[in-house]
């Protein structure tokens, strides 16, 4: 959510009068939850997926690969040692102080008459538990914050015989970004935990289906047969629910979930034959995380030899081979990075911020593929306790400090 300048100072207080009136409500929702049978919210819910299947009969937990370290290497940018690298950095060197961070072990959970509702996909079991591993929400770290307690009842559930697959999570209805990594990628963990051939015997899958992207990432992933839109304030009741770990819930772009996306969605033969410097751009309305000097910058660039993309007039297929034939990508921070987790080891990327916004996720994917990766944030830029919340503001950074940071990064070319 992206919330107006003036409103932004409010905004910790406006969070936590929202998770409070969740509270409230889910209080209360629940304590009415039994008079209203099968149709009532959870009534409690687990901390992790092994608590669900310890305590829940007919839930079966599939293990997958085990959590693992991740270590990340050292970034390159301006402002140098930006407080937001530095931290993360800081966070996942091993000291005797501070352990490595991890990246998650993958399982799926499998639900008898399991329940799956709104949106966000949120799985229930028949005892009204919520499984609040395979049911995060972006800022609810507590169960009792989730958006599921904010109505009274489930909704219209529709009853779905067979084998139901979600590959449904917070923010995959409308993000390029999540629905690659927390829909997509939720295929690759069903194939560590059951293999791919489960694929054949499942008789829907609820996944956002809505775009033409969001079908021909389906398409190519190969996910065929009914699709289930998902919808707030409705549920699907399956005869038997399968919902996989969420690979990326903490934004990690883990490797072995870029493995997987990069085989299972090659680039075309050919496509040596495209572009080597690639410009993204995002237009020119306002609001959009655009670069605004982009019309005085585009001439110096395009003497340097790049072309410049709008991704979004590409078919999916055509946007990975433009990326896995990128030998340089300068771009401002959007979504259409996603498609650096096509791109060949080594490539160089230049990825420009808005002083009031700086993100890692798709700087998680350039480490995991191995890419030459620098960051340009706008000045001044906000240190630890300034804002990090203005998530469209345009990035608006003089020219001449653009193509100083592109020609250290073609330095060597």
């Known amino acids: 959510m992206s919330l107006p300048a003036w409103l932004r100072p409010w905004w910790p207080f406006l969070k936590r009068v929202h998770l409070l009136v969740t509270r409230l409500l889910g209080h209360v929702f629940r304590v009415l939850s039994p008079l209203l049978g099968a149709r009532g919210v959870p009534r409690r819910a687990t901390s992790s997926a092994r608590d669900t299947a310890a305590g829940e009969p007919g839930v079966t937990l599939h293990p997958g690969r085990p959590e693992e370290p991740w270590v990340r290497p050292a970034t390159l940018g301006e402002p140098a040692g930006h407080w937001l690298f530095a931290a993360i950095h800081a966070a996942t060197v091993p000291t005797p102080r501070v352990p490595a961070t991890t990246v998650p072990a ?8 399991g329940r799956l509702s709104g949106d966000y996909g949120a799985a229930t ?62 295929l690759a963990v069903l194939d560590e935990t059951l293999g791919d051939r489960v694929l054949d015997e499942v008789a829907a899958v609820v996944v956002p289906h809505g ?20 919808e707030r304030g409705r549920t699907v009741r399956a005869d038997r629910l399968l919902v996989p770990s969420n690979p990326n819930w903490a934004l990690q772009a883990p490797p072995a979930t870029v493995d997987w996306l990069r085989k299972r969605l090659p680039p075309s033969a050919g496509v040596a034959d495209g572009p080597r410097r690639l410009y993204i751009t995002r237009g020119t309305t306002p609001r959009t995380r655009r670069y605004v000097e982009e019309a005085a910058l585009w001439p110096e660039l395009e003497r340097r030899g790049f072309v410049r993309i709008d991704p979004g007039k590409h078919s999916v297929q055509e946007q990975i081979d433009l990326f896995h034939g990128a030998d340089v990508v300068v771009s401002p921070h959007g979504a259409a990075l996603t498609n650096l987790t096509f791109a060949r080891p080594g490539v160089r990327v230049l990825e420009m911020f808005a002083s009031t916004y700086v ?15 620098r960051y340009l944030v706008a000045e001044p830029a906000a240190g630890p306790d300034g804002p990090n919340q203005g998530v469209l503001d345009d990035v608006s950074i003089p020219p001449a400090r653009v193509l100083a940071s592109v020609d250290a990064l073609l330095a060597d070319l």
């Not at 993958?106 to 008459?113: K, Q, V």
């Not at 021909?216 to 996910?223: H, N, P, R």
């Open 359 to 373: 993100h890692l996720g798709l700087w998680a994917i350039c480490q995991a593929i191995d890419a030459d990766y």
């Open 211 to 230: 775009t033409g992207y969001q079908r021909q990432l389906l398409e190519l992933a190969g996910v065929r047969g009914r699709l289930i839109q998902p």
């Open 106 to 113: 993958t399982f799926t959970l499998e639900i008898a008459d």
């Open 125 to 186: 079991t028949p005892g009204k538990v919520l499984d609040h591993e395979t049911s995060t929400y972006f800022g609810v770290v507590d169960w009792r914050e989730h958006p599921i307690f904010l109505r009274p009842t489930l909704g219209p559930t529709e009853h779905v015989r067979g084998t139901v697959l979600s590959l449904t999570a917070r923010g995959t209805a409308e993000n390029y970004y999540h629905f690659l990594y927390d829909a997509i990628g939720r």
